[in-house]
């Protein structure tokens, strides 16, 4: 199949609307370029990438990387890595959230989680497997292109909730080894 012709059958089931309710310009990227590459993914290539204020990523990465286990792939285990920040939560208990989409394997699989932090920077935890990564992030409310009967957001006005539903899944928060 032809780059041309595997761009087009990307599109075109993107065209249709998904089981769950929502499609992100994210996701319809991903998919559209996944499918593209006749190499397939590099594990070797290990590329890292920052999306947002390269100083706070770099500085929520570092202590999210000290967590043991780490959710980071180490190095020649992942073609691209994408940390995207998503803000700062507003009001009582301000937390800080980061997308995390790591590309890895021959297939090219994503793994996509949400990276909770204090508002001093320390690493809280995080909520993993998600279907589509978090869209962005509203005042405590952390949201995700999903119809709202299906969950669509994580609310951090009370603190990281322990279980929530994003996209009719359940999800538990994995907190940062104390």
């Known amino acids: 199949m032809s780059h ?8 075109a089931v993107l065209s249709v609307p998904s089981a769950l309710g929502a499609l992100s310009t994210l996701s319809a990227l991903s998919v559209a370029w996944a499918g593209a590459p006749a190499r397939g993914c590099d594990p070797g290539r290990s590329l890292r990438e920052l999306v947002g204020p390269a100083e706070t990523l770099t500085r929520l990465r570092a202590a999210a990387e000290r967590a ?3 959710v980071f792939f180490d190095r020649g285990q992942f073609d691209l890595e994408r940390l995207i920040y998503l803000g700062r939560a507003t009001g009582s208990g301000a ?5 995390l989409e790591v590309t890895w394997g021959q297939a090219c699989r994503m793994t996509k989680r949400l990276l909770i932090f204090d508002a001093r920077g320390g690493y809280v935890g995080y909520y993993g497997g998600f279907d589509e990564s978090p869209s962005r992030l509203e ?5 995700f292109p999903f119809k709202a009967d299906l969950g669509d957001r994580i609310d951090l006005a009370g603190g990281p909730p322990k279980e929530v539903r994003v996209g009719g899944r359940s999800f538990t928060l994995e907190p940062a080894p104390r």
Do not use: K, N
């Open 68 to 70: 043991d286990p780490s």
């Open 139 to 143: 005042g405590t409310v952390v949201l």
């Open 4 to 11: 041309r012709a595997r761009t087009l059958v990307a599109f």
């Open 95 to 99: 937390y800080q959230a980061a997308a």
